[in-house]
């Protein structure tokens, strides 16, 4: 069942304990923040179990929701037949706000139990149910049962019967439903639009949002176009809750629109070691090689930029070559075929001091919530904590957890190009980490190995063009320590 209004979902949810199941995704935290400070404010009492994967999923449903009658998955369960797969009880709720999509047509077409949160603004493409579904001819009326025994009179002399042409086409839009998979708006971006419907959204909700939409576009969950509407949106809202805020007040939290750089948290490194490190550059320069990093060398010639300037931190650099270097690195990469070397994004300012680009604290965040060394309740919980804006210490914690990660990339990376353990099979290409790989406790969680392989595939397309078209495939052995997170389906 499809519940277009969000705000029918949260009258819903108020008055019982719920239970909430949170994907561990940035963007699944954040809108779980979000919502979570709304049920604070309405007395509203939950249980929250992070899942991380199908099968986490299945057993933390299977083990909780007979305790609840009310039951919120946040970014999971909607491309799963919620009721054949976590069977939930007949008198029970399931509300399903889930990015991924298509969503599973029997979560849509389900009579009372599963209802799946959609805006009316996201245009859903489905077929219709009697095109899927075959309808029991004993609860049809007379002139529907008329009408049917005259179709089959005259279908007598073609060559398939009725059924079996149902049963064809219901084949044909079964496939062309589930052949691709994408994600649609950002759950974190649904839940700040349900708290403004409630006259209780504040710039923090929206810069948690930001965030969630942010995690959406850099991980390559939704392409430019999609994300550049989505920031339209975005950018309303930030007009509207800046020119509400009070101006003069030295902790307000301000929201800005800004050109941001794919450059991996060059604030808080050296701009030649973020220009090494960035997938974006790294494999377009193809920086493990010499001739890539002459090239590097020569665009930052290009720009006047002295070596000297380039290997100190950024906040080291020239207070006149730090204001322009973004604008010189803009126009230079159109030479060097970087023509997607700046995004739309935005700043959050807090004090005179306190200054974060919504691509760096994604980075920090994700770092938290993907540390290979910590279970899944934990890192769930430290990655909602380096949310907070008051928390500095585990923001610069996170963002130097990410720098490792950005090195650890790279090693792998040309490790696996050097030794040529990228194999093209020919409908495929694919890549092992082996045991014994120094950087394999690295990549135990799988959005970090899903991150190397989109890393590895444009550093692999970027020498052999013909695999460019081809499906890209990563696998890796199970980490050694038994305290270390395991691979889950």
């Excluded at 907070?388 to 914690?397: C, D, G, V, Y």
């Excluded at 990563?474 to 997170?485: F, Q, T």
């Amino acid at each position: 069942m499809i519940v277009n209004d969000i705000l029918e979902f949260y009258r819903d949810i108020c008055g019982e304990r719920v239970l909430i199941l949170v994907s561990t995704t940035v963007d699944g935290l954040c809108a779980w923040k979000i919502l979570q400070s709304l049920l604070h404010m309405d007395n509203v009492q939950y249980t929250l179990i992070p899942v991380d994967g199908k099968s986490h999923l299945e057993s933390a449903f299977r083990t909780h929701s007979d305790q609840n009658t009310v039951i919120v998955l946040i970014d999971c369960g909607g491309n799963i037949n919620v009721s054949e797969e976590l069977e939930p009880l007949p008198d029970s709720q399931v509300y399903v706000l889930d990015s991924h999509i298509p969503y599973d047509l029997d979560n849509i077409y389900d009579g009372d139990v599963v209802k799946v949160v959609i805006p009316e603004s996201f245009d859903l493409e489905v077929p219709r149910y009697e095109d899927i579904y075959e309808e029991d001819s004993e609860n049809e009326d007379e002139p529907n049962r008329k009408r049917r025994r005259e179709e089959e009179e005259e279908e007598e002399d073609s060559l398939l019967p009725r059924k079996e042409r149902w049963k064809r086409k219901r084949e044909e839009l079964l496939f062309t439903y589930y052949e691709l998979s994408g994600y649609n708006l950002s759950v974190s971006l649904m839940i700040f639009e349900l708290a403004w419907k409630m006259s209780k959204d504040n710039s923090q909700y929206l810069w948690w949002a930001i965030i969630g939409v942010t995690d959406q576009y850099l991980n390559c969950k939704i392409g430019r176009d999609q994300y550049v509407t989505t920031c339209g949106t975005v950018q309303q809202h930030v007009q509207r809750l800046n020119n509400h805020s009070d101006s003069t007040s030295v902790n307000q939290m301000k929201i800005k629109y800004s050109n941001e750089l794919r450059l991996d948290l060059y604030r808080h490194w050296s701009l030649m070691e973020s220009l090494k490190h960035s997938s974006y550059t790294a494999s377009r320069f193809r920086i493990w090689t010499s001739k890539g990093k002459k090239k590097l060398n020569e665009f930052l010639a290009d720009m006047g930029l002295p070596l000297l300037q380039c290997n100190q931190t950024f906040q080291s650099m020239d207070m006149e070559i730090r204001r322009e270097v973004c604008g010189w690195i803009e126009v230079t990469a159109q030479k060097y075929g970087l023509d997607d070397i700046s995004y739309g994004s935005f700043e959050l300012q807090y004090g005179f001091k306190n200054k974060y680009c919504a691509g760096d604290v994604l980075q920090a965040v994700s770092a938290a919530l993907t540390c290979p060394t910590l279970d899944t309740e934990a890192a769930f919980l430290r990655a909602q904590d380096t949310l907070n804006r008051s928390n500095e210490k585990l923001i610069h914690t996170g963002i130097e957890q990410s720098k490792a990660l950005c090195c650890s990339l790279l090693n792998q990376v040309q490790a696996f190009i050097d030794m040529k353990q990228v194999v093209c099979t020919g409908p495929f290409v694919y890549a092992v980490i082996q045991e014994g790989v120094a950087e394999l406790e690295v990549f135990a969680h799988p959005s970090r190995l899903l991150r190397l392989c989109r890393y590895l595939s444009e550093a692999y397309c970027a020498t052999t063009r013909k695999a460019a078209v081809l499906p890209f495939i990563i696998a890796s052995a199970l980490p050694l320590d038994p305290g270390m997170r395991q691979l889950r389906s």
